[in-house]
């Protein structure tokens, strides 16, 4: 492990290398609670899941989940103790296609969009530039929610603090392994890659991620400067329109993209905003964030006014607000959430993301609630279950969303 700088130099100052040793020592640190959960090949894995789990997932009740025959999975059953079966992500979505097929209602388990019937791609862009408003959390457990519910999900990490990124295994504190980021695919210049050479499978069977890196900070100074050289140089799309254009090429691989975006309203967000079928704006339910995320409505508003004129940011088939880590019984929270549904009604979601000791364990060991399983050293049975209900009805919700967007409902 490298050495940490303790002290200060002889001179009582500090020494202008200490970031440098300070990230180091942090690097190293970091891949040794990494190597705890991740497997020694550092690849993060996912657990399998029991027959209830997958019973919940599917809709189904235990019982018919375990008649299902076990030729149907992709991988030999696992079983456990007590003779329990034990199921990978990719052996749920293999029985959805098989109860799909067999399904005489209507195609119900495989929810996947229908261009033909006009079904866009969805793209949900969080946003706020509150810092730990929940945006990469929200991000992280909407897209994961997704793909356990049938759909082809791609996360866009936008944020050069790569939290989305880090939770789904891509880790910038592993320096040795470069991995190709969102700034490779709406970067200026012949570097630029297509999108499809930058989405990394992930270890969540079903969900993709184009990941991020403190490389992306670059576009917030290109992106300026050739705005200025426009005229010159008008084979290069404009900065607004590069997420988009980007998202054009794989659009027809997936139904949702979720794009986490930084806590901030610069080039990056505006591409998102821009490139966004939907808004999602995290809230925490305290005066000083509901001030902020004024500020942060006023100045996204006077800086979308111009690209609004030219046609450049179109209008969404939604935009709701999320209450994150809320606390019900907190009275001065629910007199804000009160205030902020008396004032928006129906755009505030109905359903809040509860404050749960659930999520905060899971994101200190790098996951979210869906690959946790309970621990009950950490959390009891019921605060895990109700951080899942709170969860579901909350991804529940954006889905009904989506699905209305489609016209389906
Ligand atoms: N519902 C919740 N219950 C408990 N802890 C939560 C909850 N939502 C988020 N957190 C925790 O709060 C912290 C901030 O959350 P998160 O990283 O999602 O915010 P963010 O808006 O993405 O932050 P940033 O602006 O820095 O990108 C994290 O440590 C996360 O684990
Ligand atoms: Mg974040």
């Not at 789990?53 to 025959?69: F, K, N, P």
Request: glycine share 6%; aromatic share 6%.
């Amino acid at each position: 492990m490298a050495k940490p700088a303790r002290s200060d130099a002889p001179s009582g100052r500090v020494s202008n290398q200490t970031a440098g040793r300070d990230a180091e020592v942090l690097g190293s640190k970091l891949r040794e609670i990494a190597s705890v959960v991740f497997s020694p090949s550092e690849a993060k894995t996912l657990r399998r899941f029991t027959s209830g789990e997958v019973a919940r997932i599917l809709g189904l009740t235990d019982s018919r989940v375990r008649q299902l025959s076990p030729e149907l999975l992709v991988s030999p059953p696992e079983v456990v103790a007590g003779g329990r079966r034990m199921y990978t992500l990719a052996d749920i979505h293999a029985l959805r296609a098989h109860l799909n097929e067999i399904d005489r209602v209507g195609k119900r388990y495989v929810p996947h969009r229908d261009p033909d019937k006009g079904e866009h791609l969805q793209v949900v862009a969080c946003v706020n530039f509150k810092g730990g408003s929940g945006k990469t959390t929200t991000s992280a457990h909407l897209a994961q929610s997704l793909v356990l519910r049938g759909y082809r999900v791609l996360a866009i990490d936008l944020d050069p603090q790569a939290s989305l990124s880090t939770l789904f295994g891509v880790r910038p504190e592993n320096a040795r392994h470069p991995y190709p980021t969102i700034y490779d695919a709406i970067q200026y210049g012949p570097g630029r890659r297509p999108l499809e050479d930058v989405i990394m499978r992930t270890y969540f069977t079903g969900l993709d991620l184009v990941a991020a890196d403190l490389e992306l900070e670059v576009f917030e100074f290109e992106a300026p400067l050739q705005s200025t050289r426009r005229g010159t140089n008008d084979s290069e799309p404009p900065f607004f329109a590069r997420i988009g254009l980007a998202l054009d090429q794989i659009a027809a691989s997936y139904d949702v993209v979720v794009i986490d975006c930084p806590p901030r309203l610069g080039y990056l967000t505006i591409a998102a905003l821009c490139a966004a079928t939907s808004l999602l704006v995290t809230i925490h339910p305290q005066m000083l964030d509901v001030s902020s995320m004024r500020q942060f409505l006023k100045m996204m508003d006077e800086l979308m006014a111009p690209l609004r004129e030219q046609g450049a940011a179109p209008d969404h088939d939604w935009f709701r607000y999320l209450v994150t880590r809320f606390e019900p019984q907190d009275t001065p929270q629910a007199e804000v959430v009160a205030m902020l549904r008396s004032l928006f009604g129906e755009r505030v979601l109905s359903k809040a993301m509860l404050q749960s000791a659930a999520i905060s364990n899971s994101g200190l060991r790098g996951q979210t609630v869906y690959e946790t399983p309970l621990r009950r050293d950490e959390v009891t049975g019921s605060t895990y279950r109700r951080a899942l209900e709170a969860l579901d009805a909350v991804n529940g919700e954006i889905e009904e969303l989506m699905a209305r967007a489609w016209g389906r409902s």
